[in-house]
Antibody
Framework: EVQVVESGGGLVQPGGSLRLSCATSGFIFSSYWMSWVRQAPGKGLEWVANIKQDGSIKLYVDSVKGRFTISRDNAKNSLDLQMNSLRAEDTAVYYC?????????????WGQGTLVTVSS | QSVLTQPPSASGTPGQRVTISCSGNRFNIGSNTVNWYQQFPGTAPKLLIYTNNERPSGVPDRFSGSKSGTSASLAIGGLQSEDEADYYCATWDDSLHGWVFGGGTTLTVL
């Protein structure tokens, strides 16, 4: 069974940093693109970043470029999101997700999410 | 403002057929396949339709997807009360180099 579990969320002041982690099991982690998708309270879904199977390609939504860094450890089956210079508008539930199939499909297996609140 | 445009709400009565539209442009829907997610309050999204009209295992065949040009639709036949949820369309955008979502449609079963 595919399992995706996020951790690391919490309350942080504007300008601060936070590192989210995603632990996975039940599949060959190194075979799939992985993504972070967020959802602000009461709002819709917003893709944040994704990373290729070997980590060689990392893509970001414009609003987080230069502030967030996605990374993966295929030996530990884990995905991270380092978030710096956080802003109030980054407040959201952050979901870690695995692509549904090994290629050409969208995020298909999602964790339960971890809440990040940016506030003074 | 979302890249893909969906109606904010839709409704129907039990047993009815309902469709939800999703509009984009030549860089996203016009160039790539469309996917749909179902989300209940307080839970993670669930992939409902991928590659325009494919259903993951376990998704009832009451749910179907279609795409034409720069628009797509999700159809739900034989509407049931448990279908009350938020529905999002999503696709890859070749100009933004990332996944883009619609703003979501809240489906109410009357």
């Amino acid at each position: 069974e595919v399992q995706v579990v996020e951790s690391g969320g919490g309350l942080v002041q504007p300008g601060g940093s936070l590192r989210l982690s995603c632990a996975t099991s039940g599949f060959i982690f190194s075979s799939y693109w992985m993504s972070w998708v967020r959802q602000a309270p009461g709002k819709g879904l917003e893709w944040v970043a994704n990373i290729k199977q070997d980590g060689s390609i990392k893509l970001y939504v414009d609003s987080v470029k230069g502030r967030f860094t996605i990374s993966r450890d295929n030996a530990k089956n884990s995905l991270d999101l380092q978030m710096n210079s956080l802003r109030a508008e980054d407040t959201a539930v952050y979901y870690c997700a695995r692509d549904f199939l090994e290629r050409d499909t969208p995020p298909g297996y999602w964790g339960q999410g971890t809440l990040v609140t940016v506030s003074s | 403002q979302s890249v893909l445009t969906q109606p904010p709400s839709a409704s129907g009565t039990p047993g009815q057929r309902v469709t939800i539209s999703c509009s984009g442009n030549r860089f996203n829907i016009g160039s790539n396949t469309v996917n749909w997610y179902q989300q209940f309050p307080g839970t993670a999204p669930k992939l409902l339709i991928y590659t325009n009209n494919e259903r993951p295992s376990g998704v009832p065949d009451r749910f179907s997807g279609s795409k034409s040009g720069t628009s797509a639709s999700l159809a739900i036949g034989g509407l049931q009360s448990e279908d009350e949820a938020d529905y999002y369309c999503a696709t890859w955008d070749d100009s933004l180099h990332g996944w883009v979502f619609g703003g979501g449609t809240t489906l109410t079963v009357l």
